[in-house]
């Protein structure tokens, strides 16, 4: 993290997010300051809250996406809530705390696949010497032999066992069956026999591991060497890794470098003098106000402090405003910064220069049908053009309003392929227009399909 200066994170966003510059700005200082926090020694460095950020804007500005790429930048705990979720059955609502519970269920899970990848090297060779003394197991000694006689056997045994271990190596053991004693893994081992899954990922190995049921009894399975290898490997890499490092890894994640993204916060936003759903939404802000302040909040691997967890809201704010939220709550987000509606010379810059714009997404799918999608610029011009349009006439989704669009573009090819007719596709302007002006004209057509 120490890399990442302000200014290298912004210009990290910048290769995903156009414009709203005060606001990769803003989590930008936010990020930094954590990094600088650990870096302060003593007590001081306790006291030293996080800038929690309120974004305010439209939907399909960037919000999320900034938050999401922020936390990828930073290698940190990252989990989206809907503070709208909390009020769905009134009063109650969902369990607050659960986010927490939640993003310590992420921290863990990515902290042990990190582990786990960690002891690979290790884990084969333990695998690897598994199933060769199952292949080979070491004959027992015989009393009876002397000094020379055991010595003989001992150097027959490792030449031997050399022979097997290159026979392995070049996979000339693959197709022979070997017995091993995995009960944790029962389940996995008759799932990779019947499905012939060859790249089962190691983490998903972990997964099948835990959740599966064991089958009592069944404690042996004849599998071929190829898939008893990959379950051993699995088998031996959590073996490897200790729980108890997970966990306390995972924790300290989660206290140091979480973040938090509450969407639709101004769904909750409401005068607290009123009855009904704003009782609600009230009460669900004062049972967030003490996990954004900072508190214990018990958890399966003990209690999570929340106090320097990064909190980032968002809400359009078209109905209400921040100052409508309790003012504990407020006083907790110092930071807000608006979101600007995007423009239609923003939408184009969409379409081309992130790096998962959405017309680099689509010349990706075509390619997948080996058909070459080439956009021109003119064409692409006229979908930002119609996207602005809908955005204006209809309600502002921002960016999402380019997926609607791209989609009924291509709508014929994405159907159509694949197709040994069709080798090249270029979408040009008049292209575009053909297909896409009687649906912006028509205001009831425009609603149903943009």
Known sequence: MKKFTPVRIVEELDKYIIGQEKAKRAVAIALRNRWRRQQVEGELQQEIMPNNIILIGPTGVGKTEIARRLSRLAGAPFIKVEASKFTEVGYVGRDVESMIRELMNIALNDVRVEMTKRVQVQAKINARNRIIDILYPKPPGNPKDDAEETKKKEERYQRIRLKMEKLFDTGELNNREVEISSERHAAHIELLSHTGTENFE??????????????????????????????????????????????????????????????????????????????????????????????????????????????????????????????????????????????????????????????????????????????????????????????????????????????????DHLFSMPDPKIKTVTITKNKVNKKLDKIIKNEDLSKYIL
């Open 202 to 411: 190691l983490p998903i190995g972990e997964i099948l591991g835990g959740l599966l049921p064991r089958r009592q009894g069944e404690k042996k399975k004849k599998v071929r060497v190829d898939k008893a290898y990959k379950v051993l490997i699995d088998e031996e890499a959590s073996k490897l890794v200790k729980p108890e490092l997970v966990k306390e890894e995972a924790k300290k994640r989660v206290e140091n470098n979480g973040i938090i993204f509450i969407d639709e916060i101004d769904k909750i936003a409401g005068n607290e003098n009123r009855t009904g759903a704003d009782v609600s939404r009230s009460g669900v802000q004062r049972d967030l106000l003490p996990i954004v302040e900072g508190s214990n909040v018990p958890t399966k691997q003990g209690l999570i402090n929340t106090s320097h967890i990064l909190f980032i809201a968002a809400g359009a704010f078209t109905t209400s405003k921040p100052s409508d939220l309790i003012p504990e709550l407020q006083g907790r987000f110092p930071i807000r910064e608006e979101l600007n509606s995007l423009t239609k010379d923003d939408l184009r810059k969409i379409l081309l220069y992130p790096r998962n714009s959405l017309t680099k997404q689509y010349i990706a799918l075509f390619k997948a049908e080996n058909v070459k999608l080439a956009f021109k610029d003119d064409a692409v011009e006229a979908i930002a053009d119609f996207a602005s349009k809908a955005n204006n006439k209809m309600e502002d989704i921002g960016a999402r309003r380019l997926h609607t669009i791209m989609n009924s573009l291509l709508d």
